[in-house]
């Protein structure tokens, strides 16, 4: 079954720019997409097919997808942006989530 | 607008069936793709199975196959996830969530229906 990998955190200081990786098998030949899940809420849709920002998102908001990795970056980091992040694909019929990485703005 | 509105929080014994609902306002269920996802306390997403709109049938995630069972009644816009032979590791946080086909991604969730499974 197809994988994808996070890491657990990430930390930064407010104003710089975050960086969130999500890998998986020749993820770049499918199309990944972000969820930021605050405590206690649902999860939001945040980057989708790669690049695609859904209306209401923040431009700060970006994404990335090539060869076995997806990069999801958050430019001039707020502390409102401290939550969940996970990538997620689809993969022959399943869809799969990575394993969520908690980001921490400090 | 959609708006998915999740019946309330449970609490069943080992061994038992739980039925939670997602009821569709702002569009009619059969314009939608729905599908499950749940959440463990303090652990990330794990989709459990919905309408594949390239199959034109439900699917069910391998892990859940046997135990969930997911349909939808149109005369009132809700859809229904059951999962069946609970067991403690089945409490969980769980979402209903449209997924947009274009694009394979879950863009509007449920408020979340929480079950405790416990003797």
């Known amino acids: 079954s197809y994988e994808l990998t996070q890491p657990p955190s990430v930390s930064v200081s407010p104003g710089q720019t975050a960086s969130i990786t999500c890998s998986g098998d020749?993820?770049?030949?499918?199309?990944a997409c972000w969820y930021q899940q605050m405590p206690g809420q649902s999860p939001i849709l945040v980057i989708y097919?790669?690049?695609k920002r859904p209306s209401g998102i923040p431009e700060r908001f970006s994404g990335s997808n090539s060869g076995n990795i997806a990069t999801l970056t958050i430019s001039g980091t707020q502390a409102m942006d401290e939550a969940d992040y996970y990538c997620?694909?689809?993969?022959?019929?399943?869809?799969?989530f990575g394993g969520g990485t908690k980001l921490t703005v400090l | 607008q959609v708006q998915l509105v999740q019946s309330g929080a449970e609490v069943k014994k080992p061994g038992a069936s739980v039925k939670v609902s997602c009821k569709v306002f702002?569009?009619?269920?059969?314009?939608?793709?729905m599908h499950w996802v749940r959440q463990s306390p303090g652990k990330g997403l794990e989709w459990m199975g919905g309408?594949?709109?390239?199959?034109?049938?439900?699917i069910y995630a391998q892990k859940f196959r046997g135990r969930v069972t997911m349909t939808e009644d149109t005369s009132s816009d809700t859809a229904y996830m059951e999962l069946s032979s609970l067991r403690s590791e089945d409490t969980a946080m769980y979402y209903c969530?449209?997924?947009?086909?274009?694009?394979?991604?879950?863009?509007?969730w449920g408020q979340g229906t929480m079950v405790t499974v416990s003797s």
């Open positions: 969530a449209r997924l947009l086909p274009s694009a394979d991604v879950f863009h509007i």
């Open positions: 309408f594949d709109p390239e199959d034109d049938e439900t």
């Open positions: 020749k993820l770049g030949d499918k199309h």
């Open positions: 997620q694909a689809w993969d022959s019929s399943t869809w799969v």
């Open positions: 702002g569009y009619t269920l059969t314009e939608l793709c």
């Open positions: 097919q790669d690049t």
